[in-house]
T-cell receptor, first 112, second 118 residues
Framework: AQSVSQHNHHVILSEAASLELGCNYS??????LFWYVQYPGQHLQLLLK??????LVKGIKGFEAEFIKSKFSFNLRKPSVQWSDTAEYFC??????????FGQGTELSVKP | GAVVSQHPSRVICKSGTSVKIECRSL??????MFWYRQFPKQSLMLMAT?????????EQGVEKDKFLINHASLTLSTLTVTSAHPEDSSFYIC??????????????FGPGTRLTVL
């Protein structure tokens, strides 16, 4: 069965620290990959996506993610986090049927 | 991106009643609508997929007679939770799929509806 695994359930960082959130998926076919963010009390917003091409994808608010096909990974990174980055982050894989499969989510808390 | 609205944003009902949740894609003609459920501190789980004018496809473990989905037009889909019970309390989120005529698929999400069943 297709699945998405996010390694970190809750990450706590101080402002200006670097961030890397892990995401691995299990699916043998062609996939589209996404990272979504859910700020407290708000709906899901797309951070970035990978469909094809350059495996290093840049998104909004200084986030980037790298698709490593051999590792089935799509880790999210940000060099320097801010307090406003406090949110829940979801990795998702879209299969060829167009369905999104989400990871469990990682709660990021940034201390000012 | 697309603007998606859901109504109501929050609903509290008694056990045994039915609740209808509306999802509208305001500037986007959605040929497909995805309905998700999110329990507290958990991820989104796809419940069903509907295509405009046809019956919804439900994920394994989701009761089609309990969660009635209607996708009557390209801009409106409804989810009705029939005979709701406390275990149905959750956050329900809709997501219109590909826009009519678009070349790639990107999902946008509604703000969600918080259902609490007493």
């Amino acid at each position: 069965a297709q699945s998405v695994s996010q390694h970190n359930h809750h990450v706590i960082l101080s402002e200006a620290a670097s961030l890397e959130l892990g995401c691995n998926y299990s699916y043998g076919g062609t996939v589209n990959l996404f990272w979504y963010v859910q700020y407290p009390g708000q709906h899901l917003q797309l951070l970035l996506k990978y469909f094809s091409g350059d495996p290093l994808v840049k998104g909004i608010k200084g986030f980037e993610a790298e698709f490593i096909k051999s590792k089935f990974s799509f880790n999210l990174r940000k060099p320097s986090v801010q307090w406003s980055d406090t949110a829940e982050y979801f990795c998702a894989v879209e299969n060829q049927g167009g369905k999104l499969i989400f990871g469990q989510g990682t709660e990021l808390s940034v201390k000012p | 991106g697309a603007v998606v609205s859901q109504h109501p944003s929050r609903v509290i009902c008694k056990s045994g009643t039915s609740v209808k949740i509306e999802c509208r894609s305001l500037d986007f003609q959605a040929t497909t609508m995805f309905w998700y459920r999110q329990f507290p501190k958990q991820s989104l789980m796809l419940m069903a997929t509907s295509n405009e004018g046809s019956k919804a496809t439900y994920e394994q473990g989701v009761e089609k007679d309990k969660f009635l989905i209607n996708h009557a037009s390209l801009t409106l889909s409804t989810l009705t939770v029939t005979s709701a019970h406390p275990e149905d309390s959750s956050f329900y989120i809709c997501s219109p799929g590909s826009e009519l005529g678009s070349s790639y698929n990107e999902q946008f999400f509604g703000p969600g509806t918080r259902l609490t069943v007493l």
